[in-house]
């Protein structure tokens, strides 16, 4: 059931109507609701996977519970790491199991060893990598006493497993969630509007520029031997606005709908395409995972406290880290590896606390470099992207090697039936519009509302990519 | 809460008055086309005279060369689609007996086709723009899963077609637009090999086909010549037996399916390339139109 079916049309008005009509006695009554709500939102995919979360939750909720109680130092550590280690056994055994395993035995193979790895046929369970991440969040902050633990079971499912983030985020925190599911939620017209707003600005990014643009850049990326300098560029900015669209749509759809059951989620896109350097564009881009990894891996490695040697360090482990969050696959760690490159030169100058104010251009010389630092940014960005799409390390150097050596620019009849360019005025329109709401969460809210609501309405509804269906890409991971 | 209920109904009536209104812009536009389609140019014409119509899949699209027609004095006309299946060429060919089309001969490719009753959707949705309009257009879908949602919900059929009949196509109609599928009489050369000439169609098996059927008993009932052909494969097709099911199921349609050999004719295994199309349309013309 994804937030742009026509299943989750009804299944969200009835969880609204249940929520605050029939359910709204107190919190436990409107946290029932929505812990069952979220179990059958989640067993759509799979029913038998809501066994593999109900498991992932009692195992937070149990040890986090044993840690705070423990008496002993050791006690506590025991608990703590039985729970770090089954939460990562589980991300291991499903989503990097195969990958190990394929790669040592081409390892050895390599070396003249003949083996065929023993591969589990096991299908992703959807989300895995994001609710694994909140209760590893929790049983951390409890570890370190940041928190205390929670002894109400519904409260903490609800934390865990919340319709609005389970399948794809965003990463929330105990500390910012849990307290929202203790006390019971009053209804508030402005919060719930402006859900509305953000859920379907959120719609209009998804169907309208990720499936869009997904359409095209699956075209050109399928077939990139048979494709031009000019194609290949292209691609490249399709596949970064269709991956932006995908995923800040479905971060912006979880947090309007969230807004309607009167709690807030973390913002995870703060128009990151509009940085001016690459360590702007990770304080905007899938902030809950940049943030997690700054404070339960980067900060525990010890940051940027321990000299440049250990910030470089410390850099490189948590890029390479968040690439391979994103999947089993190589091209993936490269993306990450690709961007720590990126960002050593601002660690090496110190510079990577720059650029903290919200950018503004004028008619002036120094806008002009200021928009040269972001059209730069984003071009580094494209190149990046490009490992993170492509099929293999292999096939991305090639991509990049055919935009330079082809050197043909002229438009391009795609796969999918349209010419290179088609859609470059609905990219240009979009970019226009998330510049003019840059100091806002959404563009709709505010003067004229009701007219940039009919645009979005008409966008979604006229512009849309319907009949080829684009899953969310996040989803996957 | 109130406010919030009237707020949301607004939106919703937003909604439903933006899709009521697409709805008419869109239909208005293809009804006042006549040059990006086959079907918007059937549903546009009446009282059109021909010797010989072609009907069938891209199959006959890409092997009746309508100009050799026309110089043997024939007027004639391809209506092959490609991607179409043989509910398309039904419900094109009662279009054109509404609009009092005089036609002499039915000349229809039924070979692969045979194989399925389903509609094709991406050549089937540019009926769709008419389903209002036209009660043959509207019966002849009314057996369909989706009719309801297509015929009652305003703008359906745009948004589940985007990619045939959505913003783009109706862009492109309301410019005047051409398009080629009209050049060449309806006929549509393909170049050289660059397809697989590699075909497994052990799998299909023929049905008794009811729109078949319907193309029959049209022809019947309107006096006119119907001639079926099947027509050529490459010859490292897997399953060729699959033809002689269709002969043994309909005596009545001739088998064509090996009158043009070697790879040079095709452009893939199933279409044949313009020499081939120019060489096998020689024999049909040969065959049935030579007096």
Known sequence: MFFNSFSFALFLPIVFLLYWFVFNKNKSTQNAVLIIASYYFYSCWDWRFLFLLVFSTFLDYYTGIRIEKAKTETGRKIWFWLSISINLGFLGVFKYYNFFASSFSEMLNGVGLQTSPLLLDVVLPVGISFYTFHGLSYVIDIYLKRIKAEYNFVDYSLFVSYFPLLVAGPIERATHLLPQVKVKRSFDFEKAKEGIYQFIWGLVKKVVIADTCATYANAIFDNYESMNSLSLLLGAVYFAFQIYGDFSGYSDMALGMSKLFGIDLLRNFNYPYFSRDIAEFWRRWHISLSSWFRDYLYIPLGGSSGGMTMKVRNTFIIFLVSGFWHGANWTFIAWGFINALYFLPLLLLNKNRSNMETVSLYWDFASFKVFFSIISTFALTCLAWIFFRAKSIEVAVDYIGRIVTNRNFASQYLENERYNYEILLLVFAFVITEWNSRTQIEPISGKYSMVKLALCLFAIIALGTYSDYKEFIYFQF | ?291
């Open chain 2, 1 to 291: 809460m109130k406010k919030f209920l009237i707020f949301t109904i607004r939106i919703l009536l937003l909604t439903v008055l933006l899709l009521i209104i697409l709805d008419f812009i869109y239909t208005s536009i293809y009804s006042h086309s006549s040059k990006r389609s086959k079907v918007e140019q059937v549903y546009t014409s009446k009282n059109k005279d021909y010797d010989v119509i072609i009907l069938g899949s891209s199959r006959a699209n890409n092997h009746f060369v309508t100009p050799l027609f026309e110089q043997k004095g024939l007027k004639a006309f391809n209506y092959g689609m490609s991607g179409g299946h043989l509910f398309e060429a039904s419900l094109l060919l009662k279009l054109m007996v509404e609009r009092n089309y005089k036609i002499k001969t039915v000349l229809l490719e039924a070979d692969l086709n045979l194989s399925n009753e389903e509609r094709a959707e991406g050549v089937s949705a540019r009926f769709l723009p008419y389903i209002h309009q036209s009660k043959t257009i509207r019966d002849h879908f009314s057996k369909e899963n989706d009719f309801r949602a297509l015929y009652y919900i305003p703008f359906y059929r745009y948004i589940v077609f985007d990619t045939r009949i959505g913003f783009r196509e109706a862009y492109k109609t309301a410019i005047a637009a051409t398009t080629n599928s009209l050049d060449h009489l309806g006929y549509y050369p393909l170049g050289n090999k660059k397809g697989n000439m590699k075909n497994n169609i052990a799998n299909l098996k023929p049905l008794h086909n009811k729109y078949y059927e319907e193309i029959k008993q049209i022809c019947k009932t309107n006096r006119i010549n119907l001639i079926v052909v099947t027509t050529p494969m490459c010859s490292t097709v897997l399953g060729m037996d699959y033809f002689e099911k269709v002969i043994k199921m309909y005596p009545e349609i001739h088998n064509y399916e090996g009158v043009v050999q070697g790879d040079t004719y095709f452009s893939s295994c199933g279409h044949l390339n313009d020499a081939g199309a120019k060489k096998f349309t020689s024999i049909i013309i040969s065959d049935f139109f030579t007096k």
